[in-house]
C-alpha cells in the first residue's frame, strides 16, 4: 500500500503570504489529488495531477513524478484560505475499488 | 445543482445502540463511498459500491454495513459491534470508468457515542 506524507502538519502565516504544502509518496501513481476540507467537514477537489504543473487563480499544483513529490502553492493567501489541505494518490495496485490512499492533512491558517 | 447530501450533520448514538447515516447523490455517479475520518489520520475506507445491489468492504469495515439498492443512495450502518464508533464520516461518489476523474464528497456526519 502507498505511504502519502505531507508536511508541514500544522501552518499559521500572515495574509499575503506564499504558501507550499508538500506531498510525498512511497510508490509509483496514476494520479495525485489534491483536497480542501472546511471547518464544516466538507471537502472539496482543487486539483488531480498525473504530470507537470496544474493552476487554478491563486493555486498552483505540481508534480514530479520521478521523485514521487508534489507541491501545492497558494499565492497572495487570505484567511478564506484557512482549512485542512489533504493529498491523496491512487496507486497503480492501491487498495479498494478508488485505490486512494490519503495523506494525513495539512492544516492552514492564515491570519489576517 | 448536482451534488452529495448526508445526514444528518450530528448524530449521538447510545451504547448498543445501531445508527443509520444517509447518503444521496444526484450525480448519476455509478460508485460511491464510505470513508472514516479521525483526528490526526488520514481519511480510511469503509465499503464502496461501484453498482446497485453490490459493494465490497474496504479497510476497516468491522462493526459496518451498507445497502444499495438504489443507484442514487449508500446508506451507511453503524452497528452496537463497532466499538469505538466515534468519528466523522464522509460519503463519495464517481462516475463509474471515470478513470482519474476527482471524486465528489458530502459535508459529512459526524458521529458522537453519549
Known amino acids: 500500500k502507498n505511504e502519502v506524507e505531507q508536511s508541514p502538519q500544522n501552518l499559521t502565516a500572515q495574509e499575503g503570504e506564499f504558501i507550499t504544502i508538500n506531498c510525498s509518496y512511497s510508490?509509483?501513481?496514476?494520479?495525485l489529488h489534491w483536497l480542501q476540507q472546511h471547518p464544516g467537514g466538507g471537502i472539496v477537489s482543487l486539483f488531480m495531477?498525473?504530470?507537470g504543473k496544474k493552476k487554478h487563480g491563486r493555486l498552483i499544483a505540481t508534480i514530479n513524478i520521478q521523485e514521487k513529490h508534489s507541491s501545492l502553492h497558494i499565492t497572495a493567501s487570505h484567511p478564506r484560505d484557512s482549512a485542512v489541505y489533504i493529498c491523496?494518490?491512487?496507486?497503480?495496485?492501491?487498495?479498494?475499488?478508488?485505490?486512494?490512499?490519503f495523506g494525513k492533512g495539512t492544516h492552514l491558517i492564515i491570519q489576517p | 445543482d448536482g451534488g452529495i447530501t448526508q445526514s444528518p450533520k450530528y448524530l449521538f448514538r447510545k451504547e448498543g445502540q445501531n445508527v443509520t447515516l444517509s447518503c444521496e447523490q444526484n450525480?448519476?455517479?455509478?460508485?460511491m463511498y464510505w470513508y472514516r475520518q479521525d483526528p490526526g489520520q488520514g481519511l480510511r475506507l469503509i465499503y464502496y459500491s461501484q453498482i446497485v445491489n453490490d459493494f465490497q468492504k474496504g479497510d476497516i469495515a468491522e462493526g459496518y454495513s451498507v445497502s444499495r439498492e438504489k443507484k442514487e443512495s449508500f446508506p451507511l450502518t453503524v452497528t452496537s459491534a463497532q466499538k469505538n464508533p466515534t468519528a466523522f464520516y464522509l460519503c463519495?461518489?464517481?462516475?463509474?470508468?471515470?478513470?482519474?476523474?476527482?471524486?465528489?464528497f458530502g459535508d459529512g456526519t459526524r458521529l458522537s457515542i453519549l
Open positions: 495531477l498525473s504530470s
Open positions: 510508490v509509483g501513481i496514476s494520479a
Open positions: 450525480l448519476n455517479h455509478d460508485a
Open positions: 491523496a494518490v491512487r496507486s497503480y495496485s492501491g487498495g479498494g475499488a478508488d485505490g486512494l490512499t
Open positions: 463519495a461518489s464517481h462516475p463509474q470508468g471515470g478513470g482519474n476523474q476527482p471524486q465528489h
